[in-house]
């Protein structure tokens, strides 16, 4: 089973950038659809935004196109997520998550790293 170890996440004025990293072990990384998801205090996990392996195919929230970007580096092994013009409702602990299956992975059916938290003031 992959492991994911999230990174990037911390402290950030509105309007303001971040960038998320998730380091994955393993040599099939290029082989998995990757993916950032969101928890806010008493609220359910929610999908952000999902790349597929090869890096062509990706997908958003609507709640953050436009101002979040995906990405994938599979020499690196690790998904980044650039975050701009941050609001204080992005305010959550980040996960990173992996499947071999698109769908599957949408349907948070993927494995999960610990998580990072992003906290965003007005």
């Known amino acids: 089973q992959v492991q994911l170890v999230e990174s990037g996440g911390g402290l950030v004025r509105a309007g303001g950038s971040l960038r998320l990293s998730c380091a994955a072990s393993?040599?099939?990384?290029?082989?998995?659809?990757m993916g950032w998801f969101r928890q806010a205090p008493e609220k359910d996990r929610e999908f952000v935004a999902a790349?597929?392996?090869?890096?062509?195919?990706?997908n958003y929230a609507d709640s953050v196109k436009g101002r979040f970007t995906i990405s994938r580096d599979n020499a690196k092994n690790t998904v980044y997520l650039q975050m701009n013009s941050l609001k204080p409702e992005d305010t959550a602990v980040y996960y990173c998550?992996?499947?071999?299956?698109?769908?599957?992975?949408?349907?948070?059916?993927?494995?999960w790293g610990q998580g990072t938290q992003v906290t965003v003031s007005s």
């Open positions: 393993g040599r099939t990384f290029s082989m998995s659809a």
């Open positions: 790349i597929s392996g090869s890096g062509s195919r990706t």
């Open positions: 998550s992996a499947h071999r299956d698109w769908s599957l992975l949408l349907s948070k059916f993927g494995s």
